[in-house]
């Protein structure tokens, strides 16, 4: 069987180069050697593993889609960038009929969502591509679901904790939050409490110093109005191998659904661990 052809884009980004080396460790897939970049980056290549991949400015990247399209045929792009590239690079990947797989937060949600349910392509978006994180966030839709205004009274403190480059607050805590709110628990986005401080990290934090370059650490605490009832969720990543992973999975659920007609569809994480 042909392997699934993939782009990296977001390249030389940490993010970006880890899914990258998880990708050329999959037979079943191939590392497109191209890599959309921001205007930027000096370098003109990156090196992931013994793979040399040429990365390409805005100024140029719609002459090379069209040629990578022609040699390689059907490509699936996986975005790792910026959050001020999201919805550029959405309607990039539509306009061209890449199916892609967006792991970049922030940007206008709404508005990508809608860029690709008006396309003829289809794409996987999520705030995070951890499957066990999404697994828990399932259970949170769940309960939110079944078991409304259950924490009415209750107070919420939600702090999040990630490497100093991720610019936006994380994706994840913002996504929890809306669970919060259907629990009972009025909180809003602005009330996270977001930590980029190495140093905050390592000393109150107590994150490990190998992981300081890498890690998403969240905390959710819930105190009853009389303050005899805690609760608290935690969740908390160090690297970024179980974010590739789950791009790994993510890529292969893609393919399949593009392979049976999927267009103008817009998947979720949850979607790919059920894999209907």
């Known amino acids: 069987m ?17 899914a990258a080396e998880h990708i050329l460790q999959d037979s079943s897939l191939k590392l497109i050697p191209y890599a ?27 002459e090379m889609i069209e040629s990578i399209k022609r040699s390689e045929g059907m490509v699936i792009c996986v975005d790792y960038t910026h959050q001020s590239a999201v919805n550029d690079n959405a309607a990039f990947y539509c306009e061209n009929a890449l199916p892609f797989v967006m792991g970049t937060t922030g940007g206008d949600r709404t508005l990508l969502m809608e860029t690709v349910q008006k396309s003829d392509t289809a794409a996987v978006i999520a705030p995070n591509m951890a499957k066990q994180i999404v697994a828990f966030q399932a259970m949170m839709e769940y309960a939110a679901g079944t078991f409304p205004d259950v924490f009415k009274g209750y107070g919420l403190d939600v702090k999040e904790s990630h490497q100093q480059g991720k610019a936006d607050t994380s994706g994840t805590a913002k996504a929890m939050i809306g669970y919060f709110n259907r629990l009972g628990i009025p909180f809003t986005k602005d009330q996270i409490r977001m930590e980029r401080d190495p140093e905050v990290q390592r000393s109150e934090w107590g994150i490990p110093e190998a992981y300081l370059g890498g890690h998403g650490w969240h905390t959710y605490s819930l105190r009853s109005e009389d303050g005899t009832v805690f609760f608290q969720f935690t969740h908390n990543v160090n690297g970024r191998d179980i974010y590739a992973g789950g791009t790994v999975d993510a890529i292969h659920y893609l393919a399949k659904k593009i392979d049976r007609g999927a267009k103008a569809r817009v998947f979720t994480m949850i979607d790919v661990l059920k894999g209907v």
């Open 2 to 18: 042909e392997p699934i052809k993939v782009m990296v884009n977001g390249l030389p980004g940490n993010m970006s180069a880890k």
């Open 36 to 62: 959309l970049t921001g205007p930027e980056i000096e370098a003109t290549e990156t090196q992931i593993g013994s793979e040399a991949v040429r990365l390409i400015r805005p100024d140029e990247r719609q």
